[in-house]
């Protein structure tokens, strides 16, 4: 018997999430202890275009524009439909930014931002993203 | 701050990276560091006679310093001291309110500090400009610089030219820069090191990549088709085995027998001190240029300097 999770009236549904990546864009969200609203994540789904898919779902929590893009970092094939009412009001393909503030922590440990007050920020480049304080790259796995 | 500053139209100059710099840029800096030339040799000029420069050394580097404080001097600006050993670092005060009260002093800060990304944060705080003296391992542009120009005034042109850097690439925050500034005037780029001690693949494809440029790795010091050797020191202790790293150090020893095969325009830079990679002989060949190298260092700061004010 097919694994039910229910379908959500009001909040994020990301789907298309490559298959074992859902965990990390639960990451690049912050979703994870202390995160109040309620979520599942679907692992495995069979999907006609993927093979097998992951699908996260947030119930009555809307996830910022300006996140999608984060998504991007971990599952480039992901989209985002916002739910209201049972309807997707809105649907987005998540795109690569050019620069991502505040989320990822340099791994350096002799960077500035281990050190000050100051939000961490990494410029994405072709494969790497590169720390624009200690200007040290890495590739998305070391950061997530 | 400066972002408040930026919204209402002030823009203040920064030199933090070579990262940050393009070939025009870098060009602009060659004529202003002729002005700078032409005005030391007149003398003391007055350029920057109403500004006060700090210099804020977290970790020693004497020659930089001297070499800053001469220049701003030399521009007639008068100069701070930021000794940080003997003041707040001990203390724990974090670098942000170091910046903000030194900030607050003077119009000019010339920052040295072990962290890396330490002069770009500082620059975000500042309301004045910061010139990044050495952030650990990551940049010192004002080093670069000279390093550039020393190219270009004594092999008399700065593009076209076979560039070797050579060494422990790996350990020198000098050569990483170097890399990245050589790439931007010249196609033809190789690495001389020892097994190990070359450039990692991601600084080797990010220069590649950024430029379009030929990088050839080598594992002996062959320099025969070379326009300008850049050396740098091989440390003892980077090696685990101390008969390896003394049978690499005297393998990598530029001396006049490795010179016969060189073409005879070449040059030798350094970014000094040096201690044993290249032997005494060498000192008086007529291709080694380190001396002079190192003498470029005021006018070149005078031009980073003056540059900060619009006074060039
Ligand atoms: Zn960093």
Redesign the interface.
């Known amino acids: 018997m097919p694994l039910k999770v229910e379908k959500i009236e009001n909040g994020t549904v990301i789907d298309h999430i490559s298959s074992g990546e859902g965990l990390r864009v639960m990451k690049i969200l912050g979703i994870g202890l202390g995160f109040s609203a309620r979520f599942a994540l679907i692992a495995n789904v069979k999907s006609k275009k993927m093979g097998k898919k992951d699908i996260l779902k947030i119930e009555e929590k809307y996830i910022d524009e300006k996140d999608f893009d984060k998504i991007a970092l971990v599952a480039p094939s992901a989209s985002v439909n916002i739910v209201k009412g049972g309807r997707v009001a809105k649907k987005k393909n998540v795109a690569m930014p050019a620069r991502i503030d505040g989320v990822l922590a340099c791994p350096?440990p002799?960077?500035?931002?281990n050190?000050?007050?100051?939000a961490s920020a990494f410029f994405v480049?072709?494969k790497?993203l590169r720390?624009?304080?200690?200007?040290?790259?890495f590739s998305a796995g070391e950061l997530i | 701050m400066r972002d408040a500053l930026k919204e209402i139209g002030v823009f203040v100059k920064h030199l933090l990276s070579v990262r940050d710099l393009k070939k025009e840029d870098v060009l602009s800096y060659f004529r202003k560091i002729e002005k700078m030339e032409e005005e030391v040799r007149k003398g003391r000029t007055n350029l920057l006679e109403d500004k006060i420069i700090a210099t804020l050394f977290f970790e020693p580097s004497t020659r930089t310093k001297l070499s800053f404080q001469t220049a701003a001097k030399r521009l007639g600006a008068q100069v701070v001291n930021f000794n940080a050993d003997a003041s707040s670092l001990k203390k724990g005060e974090s670098l942000m309110d170091t910046i903000r009260i030194i900030d607050g002093y003077v119009d000019a800060i010339v920052i040295r500090h072990e962290i890396e990304g330490a002069a770009r944060f500082a620059s975000e705080i500042a309301t004045h400009p910061v010139i990044n003296a050495g952030d650990g391992a990551n940049q010192h542009p004002s080093q670069t610089l000279i390093d550039l120009y020393s190219i270009k005034k004594l092999r008399g042109k700065i593009s076209g030219l076979n560039v070797t850097l050579f060494g422990d690439l790996k350990h020198a925050r000098a050569m990483h820069s170097l890399f990245y500034g050589v790439a931007m005037f010249n196609r033809n780029i190789a690495l001389v090191a020892p097994p190990g001690l070359s450039f990692d693949e991601r600084t080797v494809e990010e220069v590649e990549t950024e430029f379009g440029v030929k990088v050839t790795v080598k594992e002996k010091p062959e320099i025969d088709d070379c326009d300008v050797l850049y050396v740098c020191r091989i440390q003892k202790e980077r090696f685990s085995d101390p008969y390896e790293a003394e049978r690499v150090k005297k393998e990598f020893m530029l001396t006049q027998e490795t010179l016969k095969k060189a073409k005879k325009d070449m040059i030798i830079l350094h970014p000094l001190p040096k201690i044993d990679e290249i032997a005494h002989e060498v000192d008086s060949d007529s291709r080694a240029k380190y001396f002079q190298q190192a003498q470029l260092g005021v006018p070149v700061r005078m031009a980073i300097l003056a540059d900060l004010f619009g006074k060039v």
């Open positions: 350096n002799k960077c500035i931002t050190f000050e007050q100051v480049e072709k790497t720390c624009a304080y200690c200007e040290r790259s």
